[in-house]
């Protein structure tokens, strides 16, 4: 190891501050780590994926040209100088526990346009076309911190059957630390997580046998094997016994329990039935937990089938009509067909309900405190109205909304133009600087690497720095 003498602000003035963190990336995370005290026991992620238009939700332009503005008003929260739009009427009530982020940017090139891509980035906080394929960010959580509860993963994505799902990536980590997908939509009154107990015909002793059986089968694998491998997939045996066997795992996924008004407050909807879900997990221990969330065309309200049609995609691609009150099929229309227009129940309608749900949620419970809450979605949306009254793709500003885990609620970061398209605030965060964030919350140390099979050190989130205005 390297000793550094000079003070790092001599560098930084030198203008070497970049080259000394490529050089010695332990040595600037070791000084970011001086300034920063993480205190989240586990994380939320909202994953809102298709790129929601910040203009018409938390960075209102009321001032925009009259052709490109949005037509949602810009309404007050309560908290001096934060105002989002009327789309996010329950979600101002609650603004003293949130930070919005209004100077995201994504300047990474080739990665705009992509959604797959984008996807990757949010689910890892790493370019997804650098030399190495990175893992996700909760399987990194998994393998360092572990789970806090035996009984159920550490990482769990929900309900992971979205288009951009299977851009999750477990990367060069051992399988035990990928992240378990629930499937299907707890908005069914039928719906119940696949393969949460034993099979038809095998009683617990017989499976403990079976169990038992397997494990004296690996005698000379441990030898074989690199040690950090041969561990992982003991846990990952272990733990598929605890899931199997323990009835506090199904508790943990069944909704039924849960009292019928607190149901009714996130909506009980898809969207709104994936978000209690999200908490309900959080409250039993999960770490780390990514709600990747849309309205399906035909879904379950209250209990009872509801259809939206036309609505075969709803994500946040308001390429075409992002005003319509229906659906967003219109006569020669682009890539923004399937949605429904944003401010309708299964786009903002649903999403406000849901998420000021979860943050009084967790408020009440007491959870907030260590429970650090991120709503992101992979870009922004353009300043300017298409000629298919729709906007497309924007990378170089968005925002991004954080709650808990010492987060300073009643706080606006940076700031963009009267359009909504260019950051005007000194600061401007990427992709890199939220997984840094996360990890900086939880304590994980970047200055300990993760290492490839080929023993390569790999740091994490190295381009990245931890948000200093969320702490």
């Known amino acids: 190891m390297h000793k550094i003498e000079l003070p790092r602000r001599n560098f930084i003035g030198l203008g070497l501050g970049s080259a000394l963190q490529a050089m010695f990336p332990e040595y600037a995370f070791a000084a970011e780590r001086a300034a920063l005290s993480g205190r989240a026991k586990r994380v939320i992620v909202i994953f809102e994926q298709g790129g929601v238009s910040h203009t018409d939700t938390w960075d209102p332009k009321p001032d925009a040209p009259l052709e490109h503005r949005s037509p949602f008003k810009t309404i007050a929260t309560g908290v001096d100088g934060f105002y989002v739009t009327e789309l996010l009427t329950e979600t101002a009530r609650l603004a003293k526990h949130l930070t919005v982020v209004r100077c995201m940017t994504q300047p990474t090139p080739g990665i705009g346009n992509s959604h797959p891509k984008g996807s990757q980035y949010v689910y890892s906080g790493e370019s997804p076309d650098g030399p190495v394929e990175m893992p996700d960010i909760g399987s990194v959580v998994a393998d360092r911190l572990g789970s806090s509860t035996p009984y159920l993963p550490a990482n769990i994505l929900l309900p992971g059957t979205d288009e951009q799902a299977d851009t999750s990536r477990i990367g060069f980590l051992p399988p035990a630390f990928s992240t378990f997908k629930t499937g299907g939509s707890p908005a069914n009154p039928t719906w119940r997580v696949a393969n949460l107990g034993l099979l038809m015909g095998i009683d617990e002793k017989r499976f403990l ?64 039935q994936c978000y209690l879900l999200g908490r309900k997990l959080i409250e039993s221990g999960v770490r780390y937990v990514t709600v990747d969330v849309r309205e399906p ?67 009440r419970s007491g959870l907030l405190e260590d429970t650090l809450v991120c709503l992101v979605s992979e870009f922004g949306r353009t300043p300017r109205i298409n000629e298919r009254q729709g906007r497309d793709h924007w990378t170089h500003a968005f925002s991004y909304i954080f709650a808990g885990a010492g987060v300073p609620g009643g706080q606006v970061v940076g700031s963009t133009d009267r359009d909504g398209g260019y950051i005007t605030s000194s600061m401007a965060y990427t992709l890199e600087d939220y997984a840094a964030t996360i990890y900086e919350k939880l304590g994980i140390d970047r200055s300990k690497p993760l290492h490839t099979p080929t023993n390569r050190p790999i740091f994490l989130a190295a381009k990245g720095k931890p948000i200093p205005e969320l702490f």
């Open 209 to 272: 046998n079976r169990r038992d059986l397997l494990s004296s089968l690996d005698v000379g694998f441990s030898h074989a094997g690199q040690p950090k491998d041969v561990e992982a997939m003991r846990a990952l045996m272990n733990q598929a016994t605890d899931m199997l066997t323990n009835p506090k795992t199904r508790r943990a996924f069944d909704l039924s329990a849960e009292p019928s008004s607190v149901r009714e407050r996130y909506g009980m909807g898809h969207r709104g």
């Open 297 to 363: 065309e035909n879904s379950f309200r209250d209990g009872k089938q509801v259809s939206y049609p036309g609505g075969g995609n709803m994500n946040w691609d308001h390429h075409d009509a992002i005003y319509s009150t229906s659906h967003t099929n219109i006569p020669n229309g682009g890539a923004g067909a399937g949605r429904y227009g944003i401010g309708t129940w299964p786009m903002m309608g649903s999403l406000d309900r849901a998420f000021s749900a979860l943050i009084e949620d967790l408020s």
